[in-house]
């Protein structure tokens, strides 16, 4: 097994709904785990704003039985206040992200009430 120490870096995160394709910042590879071990968000504009953090399962054994991913989507944090010239650490600690299988594996999701104010630094570690 290899592991290898990453970082994700995105600015002008999108204001649009938290589970849309542009709010996805990083996804599970295929047969890799992902240990998130920071998320950083920074706010880049002239006013206060919000911000959602959040898993997209990569199947649905984590929820209700017949549920949709969409209904299994979990916030890690939802309307976080991030002030003017300010940064929020939403990860401290680890978040595993799965893939167990060769399709697309789970997704972490961020939006920002405001777009293009938002900026997103995400370290992670894979495991293959």
Do not use: W
Not at 15 to 44: E, F, R, S
Not at 48 to 67: F, K, L, Y
Not at 81 to 104: C, D, F, H, W, Y
């Amino acid at each position: 097994m290899a592991t290898e120490f990453k970082r994700r870096v995105y600015a002008n995160v999108p204001a649009t709904a938290i589970t849309h394709a542009d709010a996805k910042i990083y996804t599970a590879p295929a047969n890799c785990d992902t240990v998130v071990i920071g998320l950083l968000l920074t706010n880049t504009s002239g006013a206060s704003i919000t911000a959602d953090v959040g898993v997209i399962p990569q199947d649905n054994t984590e929820g209700p039985i017949g549920a949709s991913t969409q209904e299994n989507f979990t916030y890690l944090i939802k309307g976080a206040q991030i002030p003017v010239g300010s940064a929020l650490e939403i990860i401290s600690g680890k978040v595993v992200l799965a893939n167990t299988g060769s399709g697309t594996g789970d997704t972490l999701c961020v939006r920002a009430s405001l777009a293009s104010s938002l900026d997103a630094t995400v370290s992670i570690l894979e495991n293959t």
